[in-house]
């Protein structure tokens, strides 16, 4: 276990926490929700806080010509790359390996928040996010979550707004 693995009183990774604290999110800390059991998919996680499965913010790791971008998503909506692609002007999109995604964010898949990055990345998320009052995003490890209004938690990760999810066929 690494110390951005570990975690904080409140449950948050305490690269996480520290985050929080920089970015004025002090009050943030306290309604940190942690849970015995790692919650790694938004379906996890949606029954593990009793709430809606698209009021779960994804925060997923893409490789636009082998730049790391951040999407967020709703957790009952895919991310269509296509659209990604098209987005971002790119030649190529994948989905990031995990090393990719540990190196770039400082966490693990399935622990990754929407912000508080080791790097800074491209953040991209889908307006689908702003259907909910309040969204739920991971805090630094798949054991714990937090809550915030859908409007902030794109102003505090500097996404850009866009039409990502994949069309329902």
């Not at 979550?145 to 505090?156: G, Y």
């Amino acid at each position: 276990m690494t110390t951005a693995d570990a975690t904080d009183s409140s449950g948050a990774s305490p690269r996480f926490a520290v985050a929080l604290r920089e970015m004025g999110l002090d009050d943030l800390h306290a309604r940190i929700r942690r849970f015995p059991d790692a919650t790694r998919t938004a379906v996890e996680a949606a029954e593990a806080i009793g709430c809606e499965l698209g009021q779960i913010c994804k925060s997923l790791i893409f490789a636009a010509d082998g730049v790391p971008v951040l999407v967020l998503m709703d957790g009952a909506s895919r991310v269509d790359v296509e659209r990604v692609r098209e987005e971002l002007g790119a030649e190529k999109v994948t989905r990031a390996k995990a090393d990719v995604v540990r190196e770039t964010t400082g966490y693990a898949i399935g622990g990754v928040p929407p912000f508080g990055h080791r790097t800074k990345t491209r953040v991209l998320a889908d307006r689908s996010l702003l259907e909910h009052d309040l969204v739920w995003a991971a805090a630094g490890n798949p054991h714990a979550v937090f809550p915030m209004e859908p409007k902030d938690l794109v102003a505090h990760a500097g996404a850009t707004l866009v039409d990502v999810r994949e069309s329902a066929s």
